[in-house]
């Protein structure tokens, strides 16, 4: 990404990038296939760097930045059965995160940090500390509520034991490979979802699962907020994803309710 705003922007005066000029930066970079999130990103990079140049005093006034049109909405999720499809082709390292991300719904990023001292057996939860998450505020989730979760972390714990056993050493990771922090899962995950035929699908597709899961259990918005820690409803709504099987569902739950109204047609009973 610095490479592209070097290669752009190599030699040129702060003074020099009015709004023309990114507006012709992100019409090359769109030119070049650059993904729109991708290009809003680097647009804000340089905003970053001339807002420095304005407030040590080597900027006038700051240019407005190019509005770059990002479609982010995503309608893929998965259900049981693909999950398992999916899960049989990982790497036994990369299947434990990604089973915890399909139960607990918490991004990537947050799980792969999870150390040991963030698991209280006692209580039987693992959280996220103030500052760790997207919004800033801290979390829990009580994992011994769901045996699912409770089963990775448990099997995470017995294989940290045996790790440290053998190597002598202390693991401070829940996800590790020998001791090493799961720090990637990309190269693995393309190739279960190539073999699983689940083409499309990326991690933070669990979030909507998980999502999914609540809003078909029945669950207060305002909990499920504070499970998967959206912070606001309207981005939760964004995950709230409805499919064909869930309104067939419902309609199938209203057809068995004993006490609906006689069907008239046509004036008559």
């Known amino acids: 990404m610095r490479r592209h705003l070097s290669r752009h922007f190599k030699g040129e005066r702060a003074q020099n990038i009015t709004y023309d000029r990114l507006l012709r930066f992100k019409r090359d970079r769109l030119a070049e296939k650059a993904s729109p999130s991708t290009v809003r990103y680097e647009l804000s990079l340089v905003r970053t760097g001339l807002v420095v140049a304005h407030e040590a005093g080597r900027l006038l006034a700051l240019p407005p930045l190019p509005s770059v049109h990002v479609e982010n909405t995503r309608t893929?999720?998965?259900?049981?059965?693909?999950?398992?499809?999916?899960?049989?082709?990982?790497?036994?390292?990369?299947?434990?995160?990604?089973?915890?991300?399909?139960?607990?719904?918490?991004?990537?990023?947050?799980?792969?940090?999870?150390?040991?001292?963030?698991?209280?057996?006692?209580?039987?939860?693992?959280?996220?500390?103030?500052?760790?998450?997207?919004?800033?505020?801290?979390?829990?989730?009580?994992?011994?509520?769901?045996?699912?979760?409770?089963?990775?972390l448990k099997a995470q714990r017995e294989y940290t034991d045996a790790v440290e056993r053998r190597t002598g050493s202390v693991v401070r990771w829940v996800f590790h490979r020998e001791g090493e922090r799961v720090k990637s899962i990309r190269q693995a995950w393309r190739t279960a979802c190539k073999h699983a035929k689940l083409v499309g699908h990326i991690p933070h597709d669990f979030r909507r699962s998980a999502v999914r899961r609540l809003e078909r259990a029945g669950i207060a918005r305002s909990v499920a907020m504070k499970i998967v820690g959206h912070s606001s409803e309207a981005i939760y709504h964004c995950y709230s994803i409805t499919n064909d099987a869930d309104v067939r569902e419902a309609l199938a739950k209203v057809a068995a309710l004993p006490t609906r109204p006689a069907l008239r047609i046509g004036g008559r009973p």
């Open 76 to 152: 893929t999720f998965f259900d049981e059965d693909n999950f398992q499809d999916l899960r049989k082709h990982l790497p036994p390292a990369v299947a434990a995160v990604a089973t915890f991300m399909y139960w607990a719904g918490w991004r990537r990023n947050e799980t792969l940090t999870r150390e040991w001292r963030h698991v209280d057996w006692n209580a039987g939860t693992i959280c996220l500390e103030p500052g760790e998450t997207k919004n800033g505020k801290g979390r829990a989730i009580p994992f011994e509520v769901l045996p699912e979760l409770a089963a990775v």
